[in-house]
């Protein structure tokens, strides 16, 4: 006979295991989610740098620009391009056989639906209008009203950073055919689960091919080109080696734990690299003229410094993603206070950032101002405004299914 006392045991040791399972899951997430807060605030700091003189392309662009702040802000895009969009993948591939395997493939691609297909077709084709209606009268000389912008907009609709959403979404459908293939050729998922967490000569291999993908598809496409999918997603193919394989790397590791296997070797290495690769790049650039006109030589072509940029690039891509994923890993606190304020605003933190940080830099334009300060402006009132409003968007009925 069960008894009371005995039912209680069994439920204080049932309750116990629940918040084991529960401390066990926080302390592989909250890193994790901090992570991709640093990596949502990289990419709001990119599309202000680029406001405000940067190289690169954004919906909206600070007619004020001085020289000065262009060649600092242009570093930091370059830092960041470098491995934050790439690392973004690998997690969004780290997640995506455990949601197959937890839901199903009905339940995965209702999900995708919600989470991934929604956003992408509200912002393209409606609230992409708010920014690009603040460009067109600020820099292109448009004078009619909003409604009537908007009439014409939604026959030519801007992704703005819903391409991310829509590579997401290419991917899972890879993924899809490759696992479903794989069923049908009688293979299963343990082989993944033998591969070894790599190191460090594996990395530096990864690297060198990368450097190589990179380089060849810089033949092609300028690393500063976008290229039109459908007439609607502009995609910057140059990089696109580096996002397949870091969401394919992602896949790996999940099934092969090697988020908790690297260890502290690993880490130094790849913190050296981290920082001898930040010394490298003004040498490379400033060292081979790209202040003097001859920037475009570096973003491709068959030329030694589109060669040394590929490289750079790559190496830079694995070393600044390993270096930081470590060290916010070994550094996190399982219930940390900052991971579980930012893990559900991060997704909409990304959606809406140009809702606000269009608007945001437009208002500061007026004020004459170096570019540079104008980029800390807009980044301390942009970041945490961002983020209030993704969490108030959350928290709306219906609306918390896909935020």
């Not at 570093?75 to 199903?104: C, E, H, N, W």
């Not at 009268?137 to 907009?153: D, I, L």
């Not at 479903?180 to 033998?194: H, Q």
């Not at 060198?208 to 380089?215: N, P, Q, T």
Request: some cysteine; hydrophobic content about 55%.
């Amino acid at each position: 006979m069960i008894t009371s006392n005995s039912y209680k045991t069994g439920s204080l040791a049932k309750t116990e295991a629940n918040n084991i399972a529960k401390t066990v899951l926080l302390s592989r997430t909250a890193y994790i989610d901090i992570l991709r807060f640093v990596l949502i605030v990289l990419v709001i700091a990119v599309h202000a740098a680029v406001t405000n003189g940067s190289i690169g392309d954004w919906t909206y662009e600070d007619p004020r620009q001085d020289e000065l702040s262009g060649i600092v802000l242009s570093f930091i895009v370059f830092y960041s391009q470098a491995f934050f969009m790439a690392l973004l993948f690998f997690f969004a591939g780290y997640f995506t056989p455990g949601s197959v395997d937890r839901k199903g493939w009905g339940g995965f691609w209702k999900d995708r639906f919600l989470r991934l297909g929604i956003p992408l077709i509200a912002y393209t084709w409606f609230l992409g209008s708010i920014p690009n209606y603040i460009d067109a009268t600020a820099n292109e000389g448009y004078h009619r009203g909003f409604w009537v912008f908007f009439s014409n907009y939604i026959w030519h609709p801007d992704e703005g950073p819903t391409w991310f959403l829509f590579a997401l979404l290419v991917f899972s459908v890879g993924y899809f055919i490759c696992r479903e293939a794989g069923k049908r050729l009688l293979l299963n998922n343990t082989w993944m689960k033998k591969i070894a967490v790599p190191g460090n000569l594996t990395l530096i291999t990864a690297a060198a091919f990368l450097s190589i993908a990179l380089f060849l598809v810089a033949q092609f496409i300028s690393m500063d080109k976008a290229i039109d999918i459908f007439g609607i997603f502009s995609m910057k193919l140059t990089f696109f080696p580096s996002y397949i394989l870091f969401f394919i790397a992602g896949i790996i590791a999940f099934r092969s734990n090697w988020m908790e296997q690297f260890d502290a070797k690993v880490q130094r290495f790849w913190n050296w690299m981290s920082l001898g690769l930040v010394i490298v790049l003004p040498i490379l650039l400033l060292g081979g003229g790209a202040a003097s006109g001859k920037i475009n030589s570096f973003l491709g072509g068959w030329n030694i410094r589109a060669f040394l940029t590929s490289t750079w690039l790559s190496f830079t891509c694995i070393s600044f993603s390993v270096s930081l994923t470590l060290w916010l890993r070994n550094r996190t606190a399982p219930k940390s206070k900052l991971a579980a304020m930012v893990a559900k605003a991060n997704f909409g933190a990304y959606f809406i950032h140009p809702l606000i940080l269009v608007p945001t830099t437009y208002a500061i334009s007026f004020i004459d101002l170096p570019g540079l300060l104008k980029f800390v402006i807009a980044i301390t009132f942009t970041v945490p405004l961002t983020y209030m409003m993704a969490d108030v968007l959350r928290r709306i009925p219906g609306l918390n299914k896909v935020f």
